[in-house]
């Protein structure tokens, strides 16, 4: 059976925008390394660098860290983040380069596992909201450019090379089948 010409061309439309799609939700996403330069540590100032992002659903938090001296424990909720609960913990990681993906719009709370790190100030609260826009530092009037109020974000592009390589083999092939 032929497909005509208009067919054939809306076929080819719909398969150009499905991987467009997948790009742009990719191209969104950022990863926020944990404290920018100085990373997850007890002299970060985190609630500086927590206020110069924006933390958007499909983002990822990296916290990198020296394995063994800290580690991450993401807490139940907020009166376990302000008295530095550690023991009614949700998650608990360890590697010294842990990847946590938010996932849905809402506030998580990370603090360091390490005893009397919490209470120095080694503690994280991250609000998520949805949309569509890309994740990007909140901006800043402030003319501070100390590592710990740098940006750490960055836009993640996994396999688009990759999916925009298949888009032309799979046009072509979409016009020599039909």
Wanted: glycine content about 8%.
């Amino acid at each position: 059976m032929k497909m005509e010409g208009a067919q054939r061309a809306v076929l080819v439309l719909l398969v150009a925008c499905c991987v467009s799609l997948v790009i742009t939700r990719q191209a969104s996403a950022a990863k926020h390394v944990v404290g920018g330069s100085q990373g997850w540590d007890v002299s970060t100032d985190l609630n500086s660098w927590t206020s110069a992002q924006t933390f958007k659903v499909g983002d990822q938090l990296v916290f990198k860290y020296s394995q063994g001296l800290h580690s991450v424990v993401e807490l139940a909720g907020e009166a376990a983040y302000k008295n530095c609960n550690t023991g009614t913990s949700v998650n608990s990681l360890n590697t010294g380069n842990d990847v946590v993906k938010l996932d849905k719009p809402g506030t998580r709370y990370f603090a360091c596992g390490t005893l009397g790190h919490c209470g120095q100030g080694m503690k994280l609260k991250v609000t998520t909201v949805a949309g569509n826009a890309p994740s990007t530092p909140a901006s800043s009037s402030s003319s501070s450019s100390s590592p710990a109020s740098a940006s750490a974000a960055s836009p993640e592009f996994p396999g688009s090379a990759f999916l925009v390589s298949l888009m032309v083999p799979v046009t072509l092939c979409a016009f020599s089948v039909f």
